[in-house]
């Protein structure tokens, strides 16, 4: 999992297990992502993480999904580690 907001929005809450990459960085720390691995990415509301999902799909990226809704859809627990 990668989360692409913001550090703050990231330490109010974030699904644990999700490695922090906001999106502006993002490009420039792809050699930190394994192509061959299956990635889903988070933002606040979706619009962050479809752009990612978007870039990472032109640098050869396939197996990516969005959290639709982003932390605001979903249910499950977060933490704040």
């Not at 703050?8 to 050699?31: C, D, F, N, Q, T």
């Not at 999902?53 to 499950?76: D, I, P, V």
């Amino acid at each position: 999992m990668i989360d692409v907001r913001q550090p703050e929005e990231y330490a109010g809450g974030h699904i644990s297990g999700a490695k922090l990459i906001p999106l502006g960085e993002l490009e420039s720390r792809i050699g930190e992502l394994n192509p061959d691995h299956e990635y889903l990415l988070i933002c606040r509301s979706g619009r962050r993480s479809i752009m990612a999902y978007n870039l990472l799909k032109q640098h050869g990226f396939e197996k990516l999904y969005n959290l639709q809704g982003g932390m605001l859809a979903w249910t499950g627990e977060v933490t704040t580690d």
